[in-house]
C-alpha cells in the first residue's frame, strides 16, 4: 500500500484528538494485519470510494479510553458503552477522514465517504471490503492505545 494514502489518516487523526479531546498521541509501529478481529471495545468504521482509490479507515478504541475522549470532548462520562459513546467514536471516525480526504485532494486523489458504522463488545470483527492490506498502527496517549487500520486497494 502506498503510504501516500496512509500518513494523511496519521496526521488527521492526530489532529482530531488533539484539538476535540485534549488527547495528545504518539504513533506506534505499522503493521500489516491479517485477522479480522478490531483491537478495541468500539470501532468506528467508514468506506471511501473515488476515480482513482478505493478503501476503508477504521479506528478503535477500549472502553475505558472511549469514555475518557467522550469525558474530555463532552465533559460528560458514562459508566460504560452506551449510543452517545457510539455516536461519538461515529462521529471521530467521520473527522478524522474528513480531514484525509481534504490531504489527499491537496495531492489530487478524490472519494467520496460513506456513512461511518459503530460496532462494539469485546473481540467484534472489521471487514474491511477492499482488496489491499490492511495497515494497522496503534497510537499510545496518557489515558490508553488507540488502534486505527487504514485500507485501499492501491
Not at 467520496?112 to 482488496?131: C, F, L, Q, R, Y
Amino acid at each position: 500500500m502506498n503510504v501516500e494514502f496512509v500518513n494523511p489518516f496519521l496526521s488527521s487523526l492526530v489532529n482530531v484528538l488533539s484539538t476535540m479531546a485534549q488527547t495528545e498521541l504518539k504513533p506506534g509501529k505499522a503493521r500489516v494485519k491479517t485477522d479480522e478481529v478490531a483491537r478495541g471495545d468500539v470501532s468506528g468504521l467508514i468506506g471511501m470510494v473515488g476515480p482513482q482509490v478505493k478503501g476503508s479507515f477504521s479506528i478503535s478504541f477500549d472502553e475505558q479510553i472511549a469514555l475518557e475522549v467522550m469525558n474530555r470532548m463532552l465533559g460528560e462520562k458514562p459508566d460504560k458503552i452506551n449510543e452517545e459513546v457510539t455516536d461519538m467514536v461515529g462521529e471521530i471516525t467521520n473527522m478524522v477522514c474528513g480531514g484525509a480526504k481534504n490531504l489527499l485532494g491537496e495531492k489530487g486523489y478524490d472519494f467520496d465517504m460513506a456513512t461511518p458504522i459503530v460496532v462494539s463488545g469485546k473481540g467484534h470483527t472489521i471487514k474491511h471490503k477492499s482488496e489491499g492490506k490492511k495497515i494497522s498502527m496503534p497510537f499510545e496517549s496518557d489515558i490508553g492505545v488507540i488502534n486505527i487500520e487504514v485500507c485501499f486497494d492501491k
